[in-house]
Structure formats: C-alpha cells, structure tokens
T-cell receptor
Framework: RKEVEQDPGPFNVPEGATVAFNCTYS??????FFWYRQDCRKEPKLLMS???SGNEDGRFTAQLNRASQYISLLIRDSKLSDSATYLC?????????????FGRGTQLTVWP | NAGVTQTPKFQVLKTGQSMTLQCAQD?????MYWYRQDPGMGLRLIYY???????DKGEVPNGYNVSRLNKREFSLRLESAAPSQTSVYFC?????????????FGDGTRLSIL
C-alpha cells in the first residue's frame, strides 16, 4: 500500500466550477503536508503547504484532518489554467531521512 | 533565477551503456534528491543527499549511483543502462531534509533505454 493515496481522476469540470480533491496518508508519523502542481511534461511545483488549521490562498483551500489522516484541496471558480495534475505530498520526519512521499496525482481538466 | 538545473534534458541510450545525469542548484540548499517518475507510479526517490558529503538510498536505488560533488552539485550515474530505467528523472533540492521546507525541482531528464 502506498504511503499516500489519491484518486487519479481524471476530473473534468467547466470553467467556474468548484472541485475538490482528497488524499489519504498511511503513516501517522507524517508531520507536514503539501500540494504540488505538475503540468504535462513539466516538473512538479509547490502549490501550497497544508497547515493543521487549514489554509487558503486565493481560490485554493487546503484542509488537514489528522484524526482521519486525510488532506483535501478545494479549487473555487476554476480557470482553464488550473488544468494540471495535482500531487498530494506527506513529509515523514519520523525517520532520519525526513522523506517526502508523493501520491500518484489527480488529473484535472477545466473546459471552457 | 536558475534554481535547479538538470542536464541533459533528453537522452537515448542503448542497453548496457553508461551515463551520468547532472544536477546543480544555486539556492545554497543543503539537501538534494533524485527521483524517477513513471506513468501510474508517481515520483519515487532513488537517492538523496541530506548534506554535502553524505548520500543515502531511497526507495529504488538499484542500478544507480550518486555523487554529491559539492554543495551545489549532485549527479546520478547509470553504470549499465537497462530498458527498465527508461523514465523521467527529476533532481530536487531543499534547504534541509528535516523541516517542512518544500523541495524545488529541476525541469527533468527524459531518458530512453533501447
């Protein structure tokens, strides 16, 4: 079982829609969480960190539920430019490595 | 702002050939990483270097070696390439490996082994 599991999608939504992605993590020692965005044939780029109290950055809202070990990303008022793959990432600082564990990604397509 | 620079961007090799993928960062980061990304598999850590002078195995180290040449540079070597190593390789860096600082990625190297 992978450390971080995501629904691969694809999610196909019209412009202006609200879309939510969820991801679960299996290692309770995971202490920090991120959402990365990856465009087709490009490198992953940090979208936002996820804080325990939840955090918002413009149209994007990230939530963390430690009890259920899941993380969510909500995108409001979707734009065509939001089309990408969204990677859920957990940082395990319980090991000496301090590893990042990447989910396989959720693909989003926003259509006009 | 160069960030993380990888070379080459594309490479085709024959089975059994060797090559080295280069990575350099100009952000004064202590930690550097090599990942491979395959369809349906997500990013998998090959090797990492927590700080200059140290390297450790990640999730899929077999068939690879690394060198942390100095603080800026971290190279990945395939001694005898195999078709199973056909993949997209990403180098990344972060300020340290034990904090919640995010990793910054290079553009990737697309490697095909025939």
């Amino acid at each position: 079982r992978k450390e971080v599991e995501q629904d691969p999608g694809p999610f196909n939504v019209p412009e202006g829609a609200t879309v939510a992605f969820n991801c679960t993590y299996s290692n309770s020692a995971s202490q920090s969480f991120f959402w990365y965005r990856q465009d087709c044939r490009k490198e992953p780029k940090l979208l936002m960190s996820v804080y325990s109290s939840g955090n918002e950055d413009g149209r994007f809202t990230a939530q963390l539920n430690r009890a259920s070990q899941y993380i969510s990303l909500l995108i409001r008022d979707s734009k065509l430019s939001d089309s990408a793959t969204y990677l859920c990432v957990a940082l395990d600082r319980g090991s000496t490595l301090g590893r990042l564990y990447f989910g396989r990604g959720t693909q989003l397509t926003v259509w006009p | 702002n160069a960030g993380v620079t990888q070379t080459p961007k594309f490479q085709v090799l024959k089975t059994g050939q060797s090559m080295t993928l280069q990575c350099a960062q100009d952000m004064n980061h202590n930690s550097m990483y090599w990942y491979r990304q395959d369809p349906g598999m997500g990013l998998r850590l090959i090797y990492y270097s927590a700080s200059e002078g140290t390297t450790d195995k990640g999730e899929v180290p077999n068939g690879y070696n690394v060198s942390r040449l100095n603080k800026r540079e971290f190279s990945l070597r395939l001694e005898s390439a195999a078709p199973s190593q056909t993949s997209v390789y990403f180098c990344a860096s972060s300020s340290t490996h034990l904090t919640n600082q995010p990793q910054h990625f290079g553009d990737g190297t697309r490697l095909s082994i025939l």
